[in-house]
């Protein structure tokens, strides 16, 4: 496994978080701790009760002088409400819509292409990456308060990836500011200046002072760990993710657990998990088991028929809404991101994900993924699905088909 893993490199310090609940307190005290600069982005900036917290933190940083990038999608976060607006320009924080709709919205297909990952560089010290939006865990845009919190994933991290994650931030603010495309140089310049300032300000701090940023209570998984960012656009980085599952997937020998909100993947993603599964390899997938989207809810069950004959095991979580995007295999290979197993994750949509090769990292996502499954989680019965009433196989073959047409529309191939 690690052989097919080239770009993972050493000295990586890795917390995993799940929820809001774990990642907005980690979040807000790296914020508070900041020195010189903050850049987030993310798919929903929601300032429903908890999310306001991090909007809070934020103008925090800005007021003392901290410079602060906030760059949000005009699909997931249309507006900020007008007083946040009004206090964030107040004290200073830079924000950016990306995309908005505009009068036509999403009937032009090139608006299908969204900022969709969710990243936080703070000093250039520690990085946030994830599935989590600033979102409450108990509540959703579109179905008001939830029971249970929703399931959901993100890592804080120190180490050689934090400067990956810096630059693509950077990039792509001042491709935002329709500034021209900076030299790499450029980059590299400003990085090594931020770090410089870091420095002399850690040095000026008295030892245990709040400086030294970022640091939660609990101590992180395997330090020294082998890690990379691998990120997904539509300029140097088109496939990445997929790959890197398929080379991944393609090198499992005891144990596959996938969990992925809105899973519709292409041929050749679903004949790596047949030809994982019937060369022995126990298949587990953990899906939305819940109705949220008439698309991603009905465009997923085509593509069980397949998995299951070749002995894939599908679990479909309904305790509360699924939106985790994070797999391990064979309990050392992990990864925890933004990007969804479906066309517009792994075709249109920027995307983050952070791949981690640590067996204790491993082991702790993979017993709670477990833990959800039977806990939360139903096992699809290959003979049920079959029998399935024809009225919901009808609108699961016309929430597929129509996701095609649409794919045909945007000139791509699934």
């Not at 393609?250 to 657990?257: C, N, T, V, W």
């Not at 067996?359 to 993979?366: G, T, V």
């Amino acid at each position: 496994m690690r052989s097919g893993a080239s770009q993972l490199r050493a000295d990586h310090q890795v917390h995993l978080l799940e929820g809001s609940q774990a990642y907005f307190p980690a979040l807000v005290k790296a914020i508070d701790q900041s020195l010189h600069e903050v850049r987030m982005e993310t798919y929903i900036f929601n300032l429903t009760a908890c999310g306001q917290g991090v909007a809070e933190a934020l103008e925090r940083a800005a007021r003392r002088g901290v410079a602060v990038y906030l760059v949000m999608d005009g699909v997931g976060t249309p507006a900020l409400p007008p007083q946040w607006a009004a206090r964030f320009d107040a004290a200073g924080v830079q924000w950016r819509i990306f995309s908005p709709l505009g009068r036509f919205g999403l009937l032009i297909p090139s608006r299908w292409r969204r900022l969709h990952r969710k990243l936080c560089v703070v000093d250039g010290q520690l990085a946030f990456c994830g599935g989590i939006n600033i979102l409450d865990d108990f509540y959703d845009p579109n179905h008001g308060q939830l029971v249970a919190p929703r399931f959901d994933f993100a890592v804080q991290v120190r180490g050689p990836l934090v400067q990956s994650a810096h630059e693509a931030c950077a990039q792509f603010w001042w491709r935002q500011q329709a500034a021209r495309t900076a030299r790499s140089a450029q980059f590299v310049s400003a990085w090594h200046a931020l770090q410089e300032a870091v420095a002399q300000g850690t040095r000026a701090a008295t030892p245990g002072s709040e400086t030294s940023i970022g640091l939660v209570a609990s101590e992180p998984f395997g330090v020294g760990t082998l890690a990379e960012l691998v990120l997904r656009d539509n300029l140097l980085n088109r496939s990445r993710i997929e790959r890197s599952y398929r080379r991944a997937i393609g090198e499992a020998r005891q144990d596959i657990i996938i969990a992925n909100a809105y899973f519709v993947p292409g041929g050749k993603l679903r004949k790596s998990l047949i030809h994982a599964a019937t060369r022995g390899v126990r298949v587990r997938l953990l899906l939305q088991g819940r109705y949220e989207y008439f698309m991603q809810y009905h465009a997923a069950r085509p593509v069980y028929g397949a998995l299951l004959a070749a002995g894939v095991e599908i679990h479909e979580y309904s305790a509360s809404f699924l939106h985790a995007k994070v797999a391990v295999i064979d309990g050392h290979w992990a990864t925890v991101g933004s990007s969804n197993l479906d066309p517009l994750s792994l075709l249109l949509a920027r995307e983050a994900n952070v791949v981690v090769d640590d067996r204790q990292f491993a082991m702790a996502l993979q017993a709670r993924l477990e833990q959800a499954m039977a806990e939360g989680g139903q096992r699809v019965d290959p003979q049920a699905y079959a029998n399935r009433p024809w009225q919901q196989r009808l609108l699961d073959r016309l929430a597929y088909g129509l996701m095609r047409g649409l794919l045909f529309l945007s000139g791509k191939r699934y």
